[in-house]
């Protein structure tokens, strides 16, 4: 008899519907998948949700359930399901886009989405969701709004030009747009104001803008950004998560003589989290040597001055990573001086390490 290895449930979030898929992993390692439903993403469909788990698969005890980071439809099921005592994984999207490119799916559907993340969940280890911090996630809502702020002051002020700019602007309608752009520069500096009393008044997450903004280029809204987008690195587990995370990851493709693409970043990631690096890597590139000298490497090897900023941005926020992980204020000579203490440790006859 077939002894059970693992229940996992696999749900595909939108904005208003849950496509769940269970599915069973036995001994013999074979993968079957059963119990196709369609629930509402609302307090009754969590409700019936538990409902089908408990009835179909016996128990909710010991069953995995795993969704797909999908902007904030996600949030509530993953909340009611922890707040149940049930085990739950969110998965980034990356990593279910390529899993699925390894399955034969011809077609992409709601219900072929739940079905590989019911058989990702049955085929790998997952670490368990918790909630965030309740900080990153008002923190994520603050710069968010302000950067709807921004894009739209943007467009009003390149209006207001065209319209100061033509042959017979009307007046009334230059008033308008001043006002406007008015009214947005107020209501961004009250979003700034709000970030700086949460960030003021919360000692953790003031030491943690303290470390990353010690890094080249990063100020405090860059880092407020980082930790908001990442919910403080909760799903990052490593450098190179991190940077597919925010979709500055190198794709390429070739194959034998004939195929040589175009290496580019795949820009399948957290878009807010990829455009706070630009400004940041600018700046590390004009006023520290050991990036301008990375700039003016890579720019000589291809020629792209956007590439060698692109590589900037990469590795600038690989280092705001390292240093939350490690707890530390950056050292622009940490290299030198290691260098230093390993040949003073060997000229002493003690250990280097």
């Known amino acids: 008899m077939q002894k059970v290895i693992k229940k996992v449930v ?156 033509s042959a017979y602007p009307f007046k009334s309608t230059i008033n308008r747009l001043e006002e406007r752009i008015k009214f947005l520069n107020k209501q961004e500096k009250e979003i700034k104001a709000d970030i700086d009393l949460i960030v003021s008044t919360n000692e953790d997450l003031k030491h943690e803008v303290k470390i990353i903004t010690s890094a080249p280029g990063i100020g405090q809204q860059t880092a407020v950004t980082i930790l908001a987008e990442t919910n403080g690195f909760e799903l990052i587990k490593n450098k190179k998560q991190l940077v597919s995370y925010a979709g500055l990851d190198v794709r390429e493709k070739s194959s034998g003589t004939s195929v040589r693409g175009k290496s580019r970043i795949s820009k399948k990631g957290n878009k807010n989290l990829r455009k706070a690096m630009h400004l940041p890597a600018l700046t590390a590139i004009k006023w520290d040597q050991k990036y301008k000298n990375v700039y003016a490497r890579q720019t000589q090897k291809h020629g792209i001055k956007m590439k060698s900023i692109v590589a900037v941005q990469r590795r600038l926020l690989e280092l705001t990573y390292v240093l939350f992980k490690n707890k530390n204020i950056y050292d622009k000579d940490y290299e030198k001086n290691s260098a230093q203490k390993k040949l003073c440790a060997i000229q002493t006859g003690l250990n280097p390490s």
């Open 10 to 165: 696999g749900i595909d979030v939108s904005q208003k519907t849950l496509d769940v898929q269970m599915g069973i992993l036995y001994d013999t390692f074979e993968c079957i998948l059963y119990t196709h439903r369609v629930l509402v993403n609302s307090e009754k469909g969590f409700t019936r949700l538990l409902e089908l788990i408990s009835k179909d698969l016996g128990t909710l005890e010991n069953v995995e359930i795993v969704i797909e980071a999908t902007g904030v439809y996600h949030e509530k099921l993953a909340h009611f399901v922890h707040a149940n005592g049930l085990k739950i994984s969110v998965v980034l999207p990356n990593k279910i886009s390529n899993y699925m490119k390894t399955l034969v799916v011809k077609t992409i559907t709601d219900k072929t989405c739940a079905e590989a993340l019911t058989r990702f969940g049955l085929e790998r280890k997952l670490d368990y969701w918790n909630p965030p911090k309740r900080v990153y996630k008002d923190l994520r809502q603050l710069v968010r709004e302000r950067e709807q702020i921004v894009l739209e002051r943007s467009t009003i002020k390149n209006q207001l030009h065209a319209e100061t700019s």
